[in-house]
């Protein structure tokens, strides 16, 4: 009877230490993304794991998988809702279908530049967005910026008219779709692991990006031209799985909160020096020719691409599109 209770007390034993090294288990943060690790984003995914990992350690664990190394552009939404991984920080582009008001950032045009995005983002009508898709499961944790777009093609594009008839590479937006249309271009969905090839065999004859994403793709080396035109805006929302986020230790959950709002601060102040640093390794490369816009050029295409705010006017909210453009006016 002893040898028996004996045996069973040491079982017993053995599953407990068992189950407390399985509670010392760190939770694991994967974070996926599609960019190389000198853009922006792809810092602040480093920033983010280098400062979980000082603070946190023992007890959360990050892997960064950049450059689509682990989910494409097209897949790392499903992949979040189905927990396979648990943050990631899609451009603002890829939440159409999730929450239609998120739409009002690719509205051309719109903002004058990164401040007046600081400004609307940080008010009340950014924030709200971001908790705009927590019935559907996503949680808005912050936004990145990577900067204001710029045009790029193998001719130069100085009016709307030079875009007529030209391919151009889009995410899967539908604005961004109608934008392209407006001056007579044709826009092609492509995901972004994939533009640098597609500008390079003429699947696409041009492109929309940040400096920063251009010179990392290295699209300057197969686009003659780019046009600053600082027309629309290529930012991130970093995202997170409502269910795993409301899920974690609530000490947990708040100092990964803090240490976001820090790495959110670092990755918006670095991005436009970034982007500004690239956009002179361009100028050095010698490889592509940057226009500069007069204003009244800039005014054409504005112009041009405007009746695309009237035409999703009714699914983002006239409200939304007023609050945007009077981020424009410093207060």
């Not at 090839?197 to 920063?212: D, F, I, K, R």
């Not at 390794?281 to 005014?299: F, Y």
């Amino acid at each position: 009877m002893f040898k028996l209770t004996a045996k069973a007390l040491a079982c017993a034993l053995s599953l407990s230490i068992a189950g407390l090294a399985h509670a010392a288990d760190p939770i694991t943060i994967k974070f996926s993304h599609v960019v190389a690790e000198n853009t922006p984003k792809g810092q602040g995914a480093l920033m983010f794991k280098k400062l979980v990992e000082e603070r946190l350690a023992g007890k959360v664990e990050v892997q960064v998988y950049p450059n689509s190394s682990l989910f494409g552009d097209g897949k790392e939404m499903e992949a979040l809702l189905l927990g396979d991984v648990q943050l990631i920080a899609p451009s603002l582009a890829k939440f159409e279908h999730y929450s239609k008001g998120v739409q009002v950032y690719d509205l051309p045009f719109l903002f004058d530049d990164i401040a007046a995005v600081d400004r609307f983002q940080k008010g009340e009508a950014g924030q709200s967005l971001l908790r705009s898709m927590e019935d559907k499961n996503i949680t808005g944790l912050g936004y990145w910026h990577n900067g204001m777009k710029q045009l790029s093609a193998n001719k130069p594009l100085r009016e709307p008219k030079d875009a007529r008839g030209l391919k151009f590479r889009v995410q899967a937006s539908a604005v961004l779709d109608e934008q392209f249309k407006a001056v007579r271009a044709n826009p092609r969905k492509m995901s972004f692991a994939e533009v640098y090839q597609g500008l390079q065999t003429g699947v696409v004859n041009g492109a929309e990006n940040p400096y920063s994403n251009i010179y990392s793709q290295k699209m300057h080396e197969v686009q003659k031209y780019i046009t600053e035109s600082n027309h629309g805006l290529l930012d991130y929302m970093v995202i997170t799985n409502t269910k795993f986020w409301n899920g974690l230790p609530a000490d947990v959950r708040s100092e990964l909160e803090t240490i976001l709002d820090e790495v959110t601060v670092a990755v918006n102040k670095q991005a436009d020096e970034l982007n500004q640093a690239d956009k002179q390794r361009i100028v050095d490369a010698g490889t592509t020719e940057i226009i500069n816009l007069t204003p009244e050029q800039r005014e054409m295409w504005r112009e041009a691409m405007k009746p695309v705010w009237k035409k999703f006017e009714g699914e983002i909210g006239a409200d939304l599109i007023k609050a945007a453009e009077a981020a424009n006016q410093a207060q």
